[in-house]
């Protein structure tokens, strides 16, 4: 079985993240996983730090802790993924996005106002799986099941009250694929979850068709 981490930070890019990109490529290896999505955080506070400059510049710091992550991973042998976790004001529940390209955010700008139902339909012309990070984190985060494609079900931070069972029942209820997370952000997060695939995860096509089929295990 192969262990793809779905749900980690780069220093590089969000502000709370504690480990640089190669670093976390290091430890991520070490503990045996052989795929990694970065999902740095897409939303006002973040890009709005970086000023006054065009959305493509923008783009590319972005993207900085992915390439940065991406350079070690082909060193090392471990395949690095682009994602995202899109948050939007007004709304407290976070996105993840898989099958994330630069020619999306470049195609989409000011992605990280459009709320939602705006997001989802641009990201499904992309071919983008669209889900909802803890669900029922702190209960503060609100279960949007019909406005997203998949619930990370579980989510090891070790900071937070996940509330697991309740996203795991919600996602089985409406027939969601499941995925888990560790979202990392220092040395004491790595490796808490993810999903299992009996085959390399290479792709995102190829998780997305993968946890549409129902042939991911969550790492729990």
């Known amino acids: 079985m192969f262990k793809t981490e779905t749900h980690l930070h780069t220093a590089e890019v969000s502000r ?9 490529v290091r430890a991520y290896k070490e503990a045996g996983y052989s795929t990694l999505f970065i999902t740095d955080h897409f ?41 995202a976790e899109v948050c939007f004001d007004g709304d407290p ?4 996005l898989f099958g ?28 983008i799986l669209v889900v909802q990070a803890h669900p029922n ?7 949007v099941p019909d406005k997203v494609d998949g619930f990370e079900v ?18 089985a209820a409406h027939g969601l694929p499941m995925t888990g997370g560790s979202d990392a952000h220092r040395t004491e997060d790595i490796g808490g979850s993810g999903v299992l695939t009996e085959e390399r995860i290479e792709s995102a096509a190829q998780l997305i068709g993968l946890l549409r089929a129902g042939r991911c295990e969550v790492i729990q």
């Open 16 to 24: 709370c993240g504690k480990l640089r990109a190669f670093q976390m």
């Open 43 to 83: 939303q006002k506070n973040t890009l709005d730090a970086l000023g006054d400059i065009p959305w493509a510049e923008k783009v590319s710091i972005f993207l900085s802790g992915y390439y940065s992550a991406k350079y070690e991973g082909d060193r090392l042998g471990v395949t690095v993924l682009p994602g």
């Open 93 to 96: 529940n976070h996105y993840l």
């Open 154 to 171: 579980y989510n090891s931070n070790p900071r937070h009250d996940d509330r697991s069972d309740q996203s795991f029942m919600i996602a």
């Open 137 to 143: 984190r702190d209960g503060a985060c609100v279960p």
């Open 100 to 127: 994330l390209t630069k020619e999306f955010l470049l195609a989409n700008e000011d992605l990280h106002t459009y709320g939602i139902e705006k997001m989802r339909e641009a990201a499904h012309k992309s071919g």
